[in-house]
């Protein structure tokens, strides 16, 4: 589906209100939450990821994302609601000293089967194309759709919150992560996890590498390849998680991704 910013959608396909869905959540003992910052992570080399975007309403960071074109960035589609205007921030590592760009939003392409956790994707088509330079760069995708091997190290990064009551970092945090097994994912969070479409990754029980509240939509890294995007993690239990935390699988959305990108073209 694609939105224009002026355009109104009304989400009739949804079986339940957010209000609904957030009460029926609060009886479950496993909460997860799709408002995820890097926690235990470090400082990144300043300008060492040029993809990486901050998606931000009003000035304010809401969300990471990534550079997948000149035109485009990619992110998960709960970061952004139906009569919002988000700014794309490029070339950034400091927040907080404006050394950097920002770029409306001309098209909101949300996949057409996102459902809450499920099919958590988007890209957000830019006013004008990026310039390369030194700050700013595009990242791959998978070619195919072909999954991580479990084990794997890979990375994530974001200006998200530092603790689960913490404050949001100004500067890019990274942290490295490992690829989980599919069959513990689904065994941690059950009817949540779509082997199809998500994959995990984390840094171990009780200790935690991983990503927290303003960091939805930023990628997971394998080999200097964007093959996941932050999605949700355990509510209120990031910092000595009991479940690992789950991203939406690039590779399973290739033709709608090829479809929006090359129609541009």
């Known amino acids: 589906m694609v939105i224009d910013v002026g355009q109104k959608l009304l989400f009739t396909e949804l079986f339940i209100s957010d209000d609904e869905f957030a009460l029926i959540l609060l009886v479950i003992l496993t909460i997860p939450s799709i408002n995820v910052g890097i926690v235990n992570g470090t400082e990144a080399e300043p300008h060492s990821r040029p993809y990486m975007v901050s998606l931000q309403e009003n000035g304010?960071?809401?969300?990471?994302?990534?550079?997948?074109?000149?035109?485009?960035?990619?992110?998960?589609?709960?970061?952004?609601?139906?009569?919002?205007?988000?700014?794309?921030?490029i070339g950034a590592h400091d927040l907080d000293n404006y050394n950097y760009f920002r770029i409306p939003v001309k098209f909101y392409h949300v996949y057409p089967g996102y459902r809450r956790l499920k099919n958590d994707i988007m890209l957000l088509q830019l006013e004008k194309p990026v310039q390369r330079s030194r700050t700013v760069e595009w990242i791959a995708i998978p070619k195919t759709n072909k999954d991580v091997e479990a084990n794997t190290i890979c990375s994530v990064a974001g200006w998200g919150k530092i603790a689960f009551e913490g404050p949001y970092s100004s500067r890019l945090l990274e942290a490295d992560v490992s690829v989980i097994e599919t069959e513990t994912c689904k065994r941690d969070w059950g009817n949540y996890f779509s082997e199809s479409n998500m994959m995990c990754a984390g840094s171990g029980r009780g200790f935690c590498q991983c990503f927290l509240q303003g960091d939805s939509g930023g990628p997971l890294v394998c080999n200097n390849i964007a093959v996941g995007i932050v999605s949700f993690f355990e509510n209120g239990n990031c910092d000595k998680p009991t479940v690992p935390n789950v991203y939406a699988k690039i590779s399973q959305f290739l033709p709608w991704i090829k479809e929006i990108i090359n129609d541009l073209q």
Do not use: D, I
């Open 60 to 89: 304010k960071h809401e969300c990471g994302g990534f550079l997948v074109s000149e035109n485009f960035v990619m992110s998960a589609a709960h970061c952004w609601k139906n009569g919002v205007n988000l700014t794309v921030v």
